[in-house]
């Protein structure tokens, strides 16, 4: 049973262009969570997602960021314009739903650094 | 609104030894559940072990096991017979109940780095 795909693991852009974050949720698993990780620091919630809606995106920033989790194909976390302090590890996980005991599955990360 | 508050930035520990890292919550739920992950060098999040608010007893898996103290609202993580492979950041976090306003996410605490020394 394949775990939570994150693509791609490294990305790089320069300021103004627009980034895009990809993830595979578990199979079964209907909940996606976004978390984005500074250097040194905890993880910190941008967006809680269940199939075609959003069900909690209340760490995101207003501007320019937004994410979906449409009914075929994986999340997406879009940032445009993207500036120094986007840079950050972004980190995908999923839950078959979002409350008890089930813990929250994480992909491997995808690694954003700003030109 | 949940914290989590863990107040060791860095332990060591020998190898062979205990270790408890420390993590305290603080949460108007009545109903919540306490996570602990592990952040190796590599980055990815490993899920250890799980505690719910209403578990009676401690959560045990294997080498780690969690000292729930409820009226102190404290959730250590214990873990005996320390590894090398153990040295790793570590983190506590919680997820509200259903309905509340932290349901689903997790709130994590700012982690505490693990050195196991040989």
């Known amino acids: 049973n394949a775990g939570v795909m994150q693509n791609p693991r490294h990305l790089v852009r320069r300021r103004g262009q627009e980034a895009r974050l990809r993830c595979s949720p578990m199979?079964?698993?209907?909940?996606v969570y976004w978390y984005r990780q500074l250097p040194e620091e905890g993880l910190k919630f941008m967006v809680y997602?269940?199939?075609?809606?959003?069900i909690d995106e209340s760490g995101m920033p207003k501007e320019r960021f937004s994410a979906e989790f449409p009914k075929e194909g994986p999340s997406i976390l879009r940032i445009q314009q993207v500036v120094r302090g986007d840079s950050a590890a972004y980190f995908c996980?999923?839950?078959?739903w979002g409350w008890g005991n089930q813990p929250q599955h994480f992909g491997d990360g995808t690694r954003l650094s700003i030109l | 609104a949940q914290k989590i508050t863990q107040t060791q930035p860095g332990m060591f520990v020998q190898e062979k030894e205990a270790v408890t890292l420390d993590c305290t919550y603080d949460?108007?739920?009545?109903?919540?559940?306490l996570f602990w992950y592990k952040q190796p060098s590599s980055g990815e999040m490993i899920f250890l072990i799980y505690?719910?608010?209403?578990?009676?007893q401690n959560a045990t898996e294997g080498r780690y096991s969690l000292n729930f103290q409820k009226a102190r609202k404290s959730a250590n993580l214990v873990i005996s017979a320390s590894q090398l492979g153990d040295s790793a950041m570590y983190f506590c976090?919680?997820?509200?109940?259903?309905?509340?306003?932290?349901?689903?996410?997790?709130?994590f605490g700012q982690g505490t780095i693990l050195t196991v020394h040989p």
């Open positions: 996980a999923s839950s078959p």
């Open positions: 949460t108007s739920d009545q109903s919540y559940g």
């Open positions: 505690q719910g608010s209403y578990d009676e």
């Open positions: 976090a919680m997820r509200g109940q259903a309905g509340g306003t932290s349901y689903g996410k997790l709130t």
């Open positions: 199979k079964g698993h209907s909940h």
């Open positions: 997602l269940q199939k075609e809606n959003i």
